[in-house]
C-alpha cells in the first residue's frame, strides 16, 4: 500500500487544495456540533480530534490521500480499487447494465453469473466509467466575487456563468473533469476535478440470486444475506491499470464494536431543510406521492393479471415504483415520529438563535425561516390543483396539454414564456411530442379512467377540470373515448398538429385537445405560482446555507451532494422486533432464511449455492451492521478499518436508516455490508475464483 | 384414536352438559360477531358453522369430545395425553419446578437436560398434577335463582354461598373437582369437573439452553429457535396410565396456510374492558408500573453492579422484573395505537346501541359504561397518593405501617374496619408481621432512599408524607437513619411491638413507626376510598358482562379465564421489519443465530446441539407460527391440525401479539409453536432418545 500523492495531481494549474494545511490542527468536534447532521465528511474537513478522541485513531493526511485516491465513483454508484493491477469493487446492482450488456442470450450473466477465467476473457463494459477524485479547491470567495448584481435573476445568471467558466478553465488546464459543487444550498462553493478512467471489463459477477437475496422484501432490511458485490477491472492502453492506491483486503474483517470508515458518494440528503419543509413533504407531498405509487401500482397488477405479456413489460416498472413506496414509507414513517421532529425543532431553536443573537446576521438571514414557512403554506393551499393542472396521469393527457401549450407559448417573447418554456425548452417540448414512441393503450385507458375519477373526487365536480374532461360521462366512458377519438397516439397524426402551431391546434377535433384549451391557461396560472413560491423557498434556503455556514462553520457536514465523503461509524447491533439484530449474519442464515420459506422465490438458492453447502464454512460472516452514515450513491462504497483495509462493502441501510434522509440517528439505523470474509469464501469455494480471491489478499491466504 | 367417551364421565349424578345437543346446529358465527374479540371458544360453544365455512372442515362432537379429554391442565400451565401409555406433553418451561426438583446436584437436569432411558428411570414430580376436563353444565340460572336479596352486599354472599354449594355437591356425588366458571364477568356461569392425575414423572427433558434458546431477548418474539419441549407420564397405580383419549402426531407437521386449532387453558384477557378503563390502564396504571420496574431495576443494578453475590441472589428478580416490563411495554404498545383504540370505541358503540335499542336492556345495564367512567376519572385524580400511601417502596415501610394499622384496627369492631382486614384479615396481617424474614440492608436502604426521593418529586415537598418522612432531610440521609434506629429488623425487637397493641405503637421511638401514626388514617382513607371505587367499577363490569351476553350471546367467547378453550387460526408469517417472517424456522436458523452472536450466551449452543450438526436433517422446521388465539396460561397447548393430530406445541407470541390481551388482531399478531417434526427430529438425532419418538409415531416413523 502507498501513501504517496499520485503524480498527476501536482501537475495541476489551479491550486489544489485537497488538504489546508492548517486542518490536521484545526479541524475539530465543537461543541456546537448536531450529531443530527451525521457524519458525511468531505475530504478537506475530516473530523481528526473527533476520531481521535472517539476512536483513539489519529488519521494521518497519507492515510485519508490514500482513501480519496483508492475510492471512484460509478455513474449513481461508488466502487473503490482493490488490486494492484486495476481490480475494482462495486456492488452487483451498481453493475447491472454491464453484466446485461455483456452476456450472450444464453447464458444470461445476470441470472447465472459470470467469471472470468483468465485476464483475456474478461468482457469490456460499454458506457460505463469510473471518475477519481483528484482535486478539492474552496472556491467560494472566488465565486461570491464574481456575484456582484442586485437583483435575483441577475445574481443567479452571474453566478452560473462564474461556475461555468471555473469549470470550463480547470478542465482546459489540467485535462480532467471539474465540477463546482455546491455545499450548505450555497452556503459554500468547491471545485471538485476528476480522473476519468472509461475502459472498465467485467471480471466476476454472482448471480442475481445470491447478489439480491431476499428480493424485494429484503430489500432496505436487516438481518440479510446478500453477496451484492461484482468485480470490475480498469484498463488503460488495453492494459490492467496500475494504480498508486488501493485498498488492501483484511484478514479477518471488522469485529463487534471496530470502528470502520465507508469511502463513498453520498447522493441526497436534507438535513439542512426547516421544519417547515419536513412540514410540507409529511403533510403534502408523501401524502400525495404514495397515494400515486398505490394509485399506479393498482392499475399495473390489474393489467398483469390479465395479461402475462404486461406482466414481463412492466415487472422492472412495478419493481421501480414498489421500491420507492418502501423508500418513502420509510421516509414518511421518520416524519410522522414526534421525537424526530422533536429533535429537528431543538436544531432549528438553536440555530435560529445563534442568528439571532447578531444583529449583523439576523439582520442577514433572520427571516428566512418565517418566508420559507409562508410559501409553503401557500404552496399547500393549492397543492391538489396543481398536482392534476400537471396533467401527469397519462402520455395522452401530457401530450395534449403541450401541444397546446407549445404552440400558444411560442407565440410570445421568451421573457413573457412560463419559465419551463424559455430559452430552449420551448424546442425541447417541441420535440418530445415528435418523438415516436408507442402508447400503450390499455394502459393507458385504464390510468385515464383512474386519473379522471380521483380527479373528481379530490378536485369536485365542479372544477373547470373536472366538468371540461368528464362532464357527466363516467370515468370509464369518457377515458374510452379520450382514446377512441384521440389523434395523439400516432406520430403521424401527431406532427401536422405540432406543426400547424395555434391555428391546428383551433381546429383540432381531438377531444383532450379540445378541452385542453380552455384548461392549459389555468394549469399555466397554477404552474407559474408554483414555480415563483419555489424560487422564493429556493432563494431563502440559500440564506439558510450561508447562515449555517456563520454559526457552525465546517463543524456540520453539509448535505450528500454525490461528491466523496468518508463516514465514521462503529460495527454494532441495534434492537429490532423485540429483540436484538446481530453485529453480523452467517452463512448458516442464508441457507436458513431459503429453507425458512422452503426455497420459494426470493429467498431461492442458486443451484451453486445448494452445490456449495459442504464446501464453504458456514460459520462465514456474510453481511454486517455498522452506525456509519451512508444514503443512496453509496452503494459500492468500500468499509475500511483503521489500517485502511477493505472489511466490508456497503449495500443497503436497514428499514430504520430511511428517516436518516432528514436527521442522522444511531439508535437504531444501520448501514448494511457486504463482509470481505463471505466475498473470499464465495470466490474460493463457491465461484471457483480463487484467482480473484488471490489478487485481492495480494498473495496472502 | 378412540372418539368414545371417558368411562366416568356417565357416572356422574350431576348433568354434565359437555355438548348441548342443539348446539352442532344453532352456534354459529352471527352477523354481530366482533372479531377483536378473539376466538378462544369454549367446548360447550364451539363455532361449528364458521369452521364450516372458513376451513372446510366439519368438526364433529366426537373431534372435540377427544380434543378436550386428551387435553390437561397442569398449575398455570396446558398440556395433553400424546400416547397410549400416558405421556404428557409441556412446555419445558411449564415443568421448570419438576426438573429442578428431580435433579441431583450433578447433573443438574435444568442445564444439562435428560432422558429416562427406561420407564424404571423416569422420575417422580413432587407435588404436580394434571386435570382432565370431563364435564361443563351451564348454571346461570340456578346460580341467579339463589341470589334473591335486594343489596348488594347481601346478593354478593349469596351468589358466593351458591357457588360453595354446587361446588361441594358436585364434589361429593362425583369424586372428581368441581369449579364454577365466572364468564363475561358474571354473565354466564358454569360448573366445570375435573378429573385428577397427580402421579407425574419426569421422562424427558431438553437443556435450558435449547428449550430456552435466545433467552430473556428473545422472550415474546420470533424468529424463534427454541425446543420449548418437556415429557412427563401419568401414572396410576404405580403405572403407566392409558388413557382412552390421547393425541396421535402428525408425520408432516402443519403446511403454510393450514388451519389449526390450540386447545389449552387462557389465562386472562381484558376484551371486554370498557374504553374508559383501557384509558385509565394506558394513562394511569401501565405508566405508573412501568415507570415502578425501571426504579426496581435501577436500584437492583446498581446493587448487583458492586456486589457479586447480590448478583446471584437477585438474578430471578430481575429477570421476572425485566419479563414483565417487556410484557406491559408490549401492552402499552397496544393501548397507545390510535388504531387500537378506534376498534375498541367501534365495538363499544355498537354494543351501547344494541343495549340502548331495547328500552328493558337499557334501564337495566344503560347506565354501567359512565359510571365506570366516572369511577376511574376519580381513581385517576388521587393515584399518585394511593400509590404511595400504600407504602410498597421498602420492606420497613410496608411493616411500620401495617404495625400501627393492626394494632388500631383491632380495637374497632369488625365491620368497622377497612375491608382488608375485615374476617381473618386482621390475624393474617398480624401473623405477616411475625415471619422471620431476613431484609436486605443494603437494598433496603437503596430503595427508602429512592422511594423518598421520588415520593418527594410526585407529591411535593408540602404533602404530608413528605414532611413527615422526610422533612429537611436528603432521601439518603433519612433511608439511612430509619434503618439505624429501625426496631422492624429482626423478628425479635418487632414481637413486642406487634403483641403490645395500640400502647406499644404509640409508645415506639422507630422513627418509621413514628411517622406512620400521623400517616396511617390518611393511608386508610385512600384505601377506602379506591376500594369503594373499585367496587363501584366492578358492579358494573358485571353488568356489562351480563349485557353483552343479552346482546350477543355466546357469539363473542368469553374473557380468558384458565379453562379450556379450543382457538381456531391458520399457519401463517406476517410482515416484519421491513420484510416477511416466515411461516417456520428451520435448524438451520438455530445455528445461524447462535454464530451469528458468536455463539456467546443466550445465543450459545449445548454442547449436544453443536455435536449433533452433522446429524440432524437442518431442513427440519423447529418453531412456526400461526393466527391462533393464545395468552398466558396457554403455555404447553398442542396444536393440532383437522385430524386432531399434533402439529405443534404453544410455547410464545410474537412481541406484536402483546396487545391482544385487550384487542384481538391476526394482521401481525401470531402464536409461536415448537413445530412436531423438530420434537420427533431431536429426540431420535440429538437425545437419544428414539424410544420416545417411536412411542409418540406410535411405531410409525
Chains 1, 2 share one sequence.
Not at 396521469?393 to 421573457?415: E, F, I, K, M
Request: aromatic residues 10%; glycine residues 8%; proline residues 6%.
Amino acid at each position: 500500500m502507498k501513501h504517496t500523492f499520485l503524480r498527476f495531481t501536482g501537475a495541476l494549474a489551479v491550486a489544489v487544495a485537497v488538504w489546508p494545511a492548517a486542518a490536521q490542527q484545526t479541524t475539530t468536534m465543537p461543541p456546537g456540533y448536531v450529531p443530527e447532521f451525521g457524519t458525511m465528511w468531505t475530504f478537506d474537513a475530516p473530523p481528526l480530534d473527533y476520531w481521535q478522541s472517539r476512536y483513539s485513531f489519529n488519521a494521518t493526511r497519507s492515510w485519508l490521500d490514500h482513501l480519496r485516491l483508492a475510492a471512484v465513483r460509478l455513474p449513481g454508484c461508488s466502487a473503490s480499487f482493490v488490486s494492484a493491477d486495476g481490480l475494482v469493487m462495486t456492488n452487483h446492482h451498481c453493475a447491472r447494465s454491464c453484466i446485461s450488456a455483456v452476456s450472450p442470450e444464453t447464458p444470461d450473466y445476470l441470472h447465472a453469473g459470470f467469471t472470468a477465467p483468465t485476464r483475456a476473457e474478461e468482457l469490456s463494459c460499454p458506457n460505463l466509467y469510473v471518475d477519481q477524485l483528484v482535486g478539492i479547491e474552496d472556491v467560494t470567495d472566488r465565486i461570491r466575487g464574481m456575484v456582484t448584481a442586485a437583483s435575483d435573476a441577475q445574481r443567479v445568471a452571474q453566478r452560473e456563468a462564474a461556475v461555468a467558466s471555473l469549470q470550463a478553465s480547470c478542465q482546459e488546464s489540467s485535462g480532467n473533469r471539474c465540477q463546482v459543487v455546491r455545499f450548505y444550498n450555497g452556503g459554500m462553493y468547491s471545485l471538485y476535478q476528476y480522473r476519468r478512467f472509461d475502459d472498465l471489463r467485467l471480471v466476476m459477477a454472482p448471480e442475481l440470486e445470491a447478489a439480491f437475496f431476499g428480493g424485494d422484501p429484503d430489500n432496505f432490511t436487516y438481518p440479510r444475506y446478500d453477496l451484492d458485490v461484482t468485480f470490475l477491472r480498469v484498463y488503460e492502453g488495453g492494459r490492467p491499470y496500475q494504480p498508486e492506491h488501493y485498498l488492501s483486503w483484511s484478514a479477518a474483517g471488522a469485529a463487534e464494536g471496530e470502528p470502520v470508515f465507508v469511502v463513498g458518494n453520498p447522493g441526497s440528503t436534507g438535513r439542512l431543510l426547516t421544519l417547515a419543509q419536513m412540514e410540507y413533504l409529511r403533510d403534502v407531498d408523501h401524502p400525495a406521492r404514495l397515494t400515486d405509487y398505490d394509485r399506479r401500482l393498482e392499475v399495473l397488477y390489474a393489467l398483469v393479471a390479465k395479461d402475462p405479456e404486461a406482466a414481463r413489460r412492466y415487472e422492472n416498472t412495478i419493481f421501480g415504483i414498489e421500491n420507492s413506496k418502501k423508500a418513502y414509507t420509510g421516509y414518511q414513517a421518520g416524519l410522522l415520529d414526534p421525537s424526530i421532529m422533536a429533535r429537528k425543532k431543538a436544531f432549528e431553536d438553536d440555530f435560529r438563535g445563534r442568528i439571532a443573537a447578531d444583529p449583523a446576521l439576523q439582520a442577514q438571514f433572520g427571516d428566512a425561516w418565517g418566508e420559507i414557512a409562508d410559501a409553503e403554506l401557500e404552496l399547500a393551499t393549492f397543492s391538489t390543483q396543481a398536482r392534476y393542472y400537471g396533467f401527469g396521469g397519462s402520455t395522452l393527457l401530457t401530450r395534449a396539454v403541450n401541444l397546446v401549450r407549445v404552440a400558444r407559448q411560442a407565440g410570445l417573447p421568451d421573457a413573457q414564456r412560463i419559465p419551463t418554456l424559455r430559452g430552449e425548452g420551448l424546442d425541447s417540448a417541441r420535440q418530445a411530442l415528435l418523438l415516436d414512441e408507442p402508447v400503450d393503450l390499455a394502459l393507458e385507458q385504464m390510468q385515464l379512467a383512474q386519473w379522471l375519477g380521483t380527479a373528481r373526487d379530490e378536485l369536485g365536480a365542479q372544477d373547470p377540470l373536472v366538468r371540461a374532461l368528464l362532464g357527466v360521462r363516467t370515468p370509464e366512458a369518457a377515458a374510452e373515448r379520450f382514446i377512441r377519438e384521440s389523434l395523439l397516439i400516432s406520430v403521424d397524426e401527431r406532427r401536422p398538429l405540432v406543426e400547424g402551431g395555434v391555428a391546428a391546434v383551433d381546429g383540432c377535433v381531438d377531444p383532450l385537445v379540445a378541452a385542453m384549451r380552455s384548461l392549459e391557461p389555468i394549469a399555466n396560472s397554477y404552474l407559474t405560482r408554483s414555480l415563483d413560491l419555489n424560487t422564493v423557498i429556493s432563494s431563502n434556503t440559500e440564506k439558510i446555507g450561508q447562515a449555517i455556514y456563520a454559526a457552525y462553520g465546517k463543524a456540520l457536514p453539509p448535505d450528500a451532494t454525490f461528491t466523496l465523503r468518508i463516514s465514521d461509524g462503529v460495527v454494532k447491533g441495534f434492537p429490532y422486533n423485540g429483540t436484538i439484530a446481530p453485529y453480523k449474519t452467517t452463512l448458516y442464515g442464508l441457507y436458513a432464511r431459503s429453507a425458512d420459506f422452503d426455497d420459494k422465490p426470493p429467498f431461492e438458492l442458486s443451484e451453486r449455492w445448494k452445490l456449495a453447502e459442504g464446501n464453504v464454512d458456514m460459520k462465514t460472516p456474510i453481511n454486517f451492521v455498522s452506525t456509519a452514515d451512508i444514503i443512496g450513491g453509496n452503494s459500492g462504497s468500500p468499509l475500511v478499518n483503521r489500517a485502511g483495509e477493505v472489511v466490508g462493502l456497503a449495500f443497503d441501510g436497514n428499514i430504520e436508516m430511511l428517516p436518516n434522509k432528514f436527521i442522522f440517528t444511531d439508535e437504531v439505523s444501520r448501514t448494511v455490508s457486504v463482509h470481505s470474509s463471505a466475498i473470499i469464501e464465495a470466490l474460493r469455494n463457491v465461484y471457483g475464483a480463487g484467482h480473484i480471491a488471490d489478487e485481492l489478499r495480494g498473495g496472502r491466504q
